[in-house]
């Protein structure tokens, strides 16, 4: 959702925050393009469109050639599991709780979990902003 001047979104106090927004105005809202878009890897820069009319509606589509990658959550013995879950909300967009617990039990019991799959600018950003917090995180393609 783009809300230019919103009280919610600092946009200079967090590194990723930062990046996340100079990205969004660079490339338009990833979270946008994932809602309006039913393919998993349709959150980048859009390299073509189609225009889709049903009656009364005109509803445009766009699609992208950037290859996926996943993010990587790696366990560790020492952080608290609330925190990880609550760090898995605050840096991937819309991370339920249920997700966020099942993501972290995986990288709890087998060592590692993949968290998203995304383009790779975007994973670079939320593996930033997960290790940032202090959680080890990786990216590889998918
Ligand atoms: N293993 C941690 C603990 O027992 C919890 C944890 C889960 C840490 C997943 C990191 O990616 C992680 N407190």
Redesign the pocket.
């Known amino acids: 959702m783009y809300c230019p001047g919103s009280s919610r979104t600092n946009r200079v106090a967090h590194p990723t925050a930062s990046r996340y927004f100079a990205l969004r105005d660079q490339f338009g809202d990833p979270e946008m393009k994932v809602r309006s878009i039913p393919t998993l890897h349709s959150v980048a820069v859009p390299t073509a469109s189609s225009t889709e009319t049903k009656p009364g509606i005109k509803i445009e589509r766009s699609v992208t050639q950037e290859p996926p990658y996943k993010v990587i959550?790696?366990?560790?013995?020492?952080?608290?599991?609330e925190h990880?879950v609550a760090v898995l909300q605050k840096v991937i967009p819309r991370m339920s709780v249920k997700r966020a617990v099942d993501i972290?039990m995986e990288?709890?019991t087998k060592g590692k979990a993949v968290a998203t799959k995304c383009h790779k600018e975007l994973a670079e950003l939320y593996q930033d902003g997960l290790n940032n917090e202090g959680?080890?995180s990786t990216i590889e393609p998918d």
């Open positions: 959550l790696h366990n560790d013995d020492y952080t608290p599991m990880v972290m990288a709890h959680l080890i």
